[in-house]
């Protein structure tokens, strides 16, 4: 008796084991079906976008110049050797002039002492690199969250307004079949069905207009993503607006002179053309150097042996006419600087209007959602009521399609205000700068 309890035991834990591997299964595949929300949306693009990938890489490409750039100031070690054969050596009076053999090995350190600010302003022009690079990355985050946000947002306004098209279609076909039976019944003519069919075949023709806006908007999210594999994937979302959060224009604005990454880069480009001019001047001015030298060689003085011998010097190079060379080559960079001082103010007056025109679209969308909310409600309300009066035959035709037209764009207005608010906030959420970090979002 004892030992049929083990193995019913061991059948009993299996067949639990067994259960919850599937409900685990099956948690994990509904999961993976889920729609795609826009943090799905986001997060993907983060990872697969091209325009960031080629971002990441010229942020390293940066690091390797400004790593070479550091290497100017250390010494520079070269190694040589050499080995020759001279068939037939060269002797006076019986005396060989050198060996058969010749050997020789040689290592030369060469160090800059002073260059006249040159290696400096020539690391300091890698370092601004390097900071523009990483300002470009964080504008390519920026740009590639507010495009994904559109798209997403393009997505769900393209789903209502097919899902409205579908609901006047509905409308439609009850309205027809209603007409018909009042037909049937004398009192309306023939003309009336007539007109009532023309507009459901529209109405039906809207709505494939509607499914195909809606295919092209999923394909546009697909192209932005860069991710193929979720075509098929619903997109889960609403459109939906945030209450006003009362933060007055300004704040906006000195934000995105903060935080905006073009700024930021034009900022340092500004420097970049000042480090610039100095760099040109440094070209032409002296500059000092240690050099030395250790070289061991056989033969050594004409002796078959090997021996050594070293050296150190110190080199100074003083240009004195380079044809004026120099003179067009500051002016060239000064020419360069004012230019790039010019475009950073250019581009704050550029932020400013962009930060503006988004902070007042979001406030103008707010104000239309306010207003077609209502309308909506009021509109469908008088269409409920004036298809039941439709059907008792108290109103005519083009009552009820004045009616059911003004419920259809009630609505199509109610969720362009909102797709407009979102658009208008992803924006402004772009104008800031805030996309550019990696838990913005």
């Known amino acids: 008796m004892k030992k049929c309890c083990i193995p019913a035991f061991v059948f009993c834990l299996a067949v639990a084991c067994n259960t919850a591997l599937a409900d685990t299964i099956n948690a994990g595949a509904g999961k993976a079906e889920q729609g795609l929300t826009l943090e799905n949306c986001l997060d993907i693009a983060s990872r697969e976008s091209d325009m960031i990938k080629i971002a990441s890489e010229e942020v390293i490409a940066a690091l390797g110049l400004k790593r070479q750039a ?152 697909v192209y932005i993503i860069n991710e193929p594999s979720i075509a098929d994937r619903d997109i889960s979302g609403e459109l939906s607006a945030s209450p006003d959060s009362g933060r007055p224009l300004d704040e906006y604005i000195e934000t995105a002179f903060r935080s905006r990454p073009e700024l930021l880069s034009a900022a340092t480009r500004t420097k970049m053309g000042e480090s610039l001019v100095k760099l040109a001047r440094a070209e032409h001015r002296p500059s000092l ?52 001082a010019m475009g950073e103010s250019l581009l704050r007056s550029s932020v400013k209007l962009e930060v503006e025109r988004a902070f007042l679209n979001r406030q103008n969308a707010s104000e239309r959602i306010r207003v077609q909310e209502e309308n909506v409600k009021a509109a469908k309300e008088n269409l409920a009521i004036i298809e039941k009066r439709y059907g008792r035959g ?14 259809t764009q009630a609505q ?24 550019g970090d990696e838990n913005e979002k």
Request: charged share 20%.
């Open 70 to 221: 550091r290497g100017a100031f250390m010494p520079d070690i070269k190694l040589y050797g050499a080995y020759s054969k001279i068939p037939e050596v060269p002797s006076i009076l019986g005396f060989e002039m050198g060996s058969e053999d010749n050997y020789s090995g040689k290592v030369t350190l060469t160090q800059p002492l002073f260059t006249w600010g040159r290696i400096l302003q020539g690391y300091r022009q890698a370092r601004y690199g390097e900071d523009i690079a990483e300002e470009s990355y964080r504008q390519a985050r920026n740009e590639l969250y507010s495009n994904v946000k559109t798209a997403f947002y393009s997505v769900l306004l393209a789903r209502h307004l097919k899902n409205i098209a579908a609901e006047t279609l509905s409308v439609m076909e009850r309205h027809y079949e209603v007409t018909r039976a009042l037909y049937n019944a004398g009192k309306v003519s023939g003309l009336d069905v007539s007109r009532v069919k023309v507009q459901t075949v529209n109405s039906r023709t809207n709505l494939i207009k509607a499914e195909n806006e809606l295919n092209l908007a999923r394909k546009a999210l």
């Open 289 to 340: 150097a240690l050099i030395g030298n250790y070289e061991y060689t056989k033969p050594y003085n004409f002796v078959d042996e090997w021996d050594s011998a070293w050296n150190v010097s110190c080199a100074l190079t003083f240009p004195l006419f380079s044809g004026f060379s120099s003179f067009g080559q500051v002016k060239a960079a000064k020419s360069r600087f004012n230019q790039m």
């Open 412 to 435: 199509v207005q109610y969720y362009t205000a909102l797709f407009d608010w979102n658009i208008a906030d992803a924006e402004l959420k772009k104008a800031t700068g805030q996309y």
């Open 394 to 407: 108290l109103v005519s035709d083009l009552e009820l399609r004045d009616t059911q037209l003004a419920f």
